[in-house]
């Protein structure tokens, strides 16, 4: 195990529910991240928090809202999704945004359909 | 802008051979370069990280070079298992300082018996 947890690992939503995904680190990490990760397509990056500060949203459309309550806990809330948006949604911490310090550690993943 | 290329077809060996994955990138000199092992609906693992400065790295069966002049780096997996079998990620620290890394799609490795 990599000290990064992934709730639930399954997820079948309709496109009119709410839903959210959660992720803790046991690391003692600073920074989390979530990626989307789509057959055959390199990992995407859509949230970036350090210290509990988003510091990077890339473009990600807003019916993706992350939260994060504390530096252990990642949350990332879903609603009126499309089915475009069925992927692997992948958790990720590392020790900080710095040099020497960019080992990423990531969660198991939740493998998310939408209908 | 900044592209990594990994070989998008799977690299098929015999057991016991050494695998050898290829990751390019362009338009950019990076700090550093990750290599992950990522299974089947699983999260990547982190493998090895080799600086812009050092030439090779190792550990157990693995080796990492990193060629700035050729904007390359290749991983090595010598006395291949079965078990090796996944898809190896690359990924590099992106341009303007931010050590938060961009990944390449990944190459899959699938070793036989």
């Known amino acids: 195990e990599t000290g990064v947890t992934q709730t639930p690992r399954h997820l079948v939503m309709g496109m009119t529910n709410k839903k959210s995904l959660k992720c803790e680190q046991h690391l003692g990490h600073n920074a989390m991240y979530w990626y989307k990760q789509s057959a055959k397509k390199p990992l995407e990056l859509m949230f970036v928090?350090?210290?509990?500060?988003?510091?990077e949203n890339n473009s990600v459309p807003s019916r993706f809202s992350p939260e994060c309550p504390n530096s252990s806990h990642l949350f990332l809330h879903l609603h009126t999704l499309q089915p475009e948006d069925s992927a692997l949604y992948l958790c990720?911490?590392?020790?900080?945004?710095?040099?020497?310090?960019?080992?990423?550690?990531f969660g198991p993943g939740t493998r998310l359909l939408v209908l | 802008s900044q592209k990594i290329e990994q070989n998008s077809e799977a690299l098929n060996i015999q057991e016991g051979k050494t695998a050898t994955l290829t990751c390019n990138y362009t338009?950019?000199?990076?700090?550093?370069l990750q290599w992950y092992r990522q299974d089947p609906g699983r999260g990547p693992v982190f493998l090895l990280l080799?600086?812009?400065?050092?030439k090779e790295k190792r550990k157990e069966r693995l080796k990492v070079t990193f060629d700035t002049t050729l904007k390359q780096s290749l991983f090595h997996i010598t006395a291949s298992q079965p078990a090796d079998s996944a898809t190896y990620l690359c990924?590099?620290?992106?341009?303007?300082?931010?050590?938060?890394?961009?990944f390449g799609r990944g190459t899959s490795l699938i070793v036989h018996p």
């Open positions: 990720a911490s590392s020790q900080d945004l710095r040099a020497a310090q960019e080992t990423q550690y």
């Open positions: 990924a590099l620290d992106r341009p303007g300082g931010s050590y938060i890394p961009t």
């Open positions: 338009n950019y000199s990076p700090a550093y």
């Open positions: 928090y350090s210290l509990e500060e988003r510091v």
């Open positions: 080799i600086r812009e400065n050092e």
